[in-house]
């Protein structure tokens, strides 16, 4: 049940992954974080995520050669 709900709050998934990615509990990331700060985070890891995958794409297309 609990994973059905966490399924539907993207919220609070965004916030576990910042909290995971910076060593950090979520209970701490909470009472220390403004939300403009984990939005820049959150906007961070989206990006490292896009790059990754085009540079993983790019590889793909290369390695066929």
């Not at 059905?4 to 609070?12: M, P, S, T, Y």
Request: net charge positive; charged share 35%.
């Amino acid at each position: 049940m609990i994973k059905a709900q966490l399924a539907k709050d993207n919220e609070l998934r965004s916030e576990l992954v910042i909290a995971k990615e910076l060593g950090m509990t979520l209970q701490h990331l909470q009472a220390n974080m403004t939300l403009e700060e984990m939005l820049l985070w959150h906007a961070h890891f989206s990006l490292e995520k896009e790059e990754r995958e085009k540079r993983e794409k790019r590889g793909r297309i290369g390695g066929r050669r």
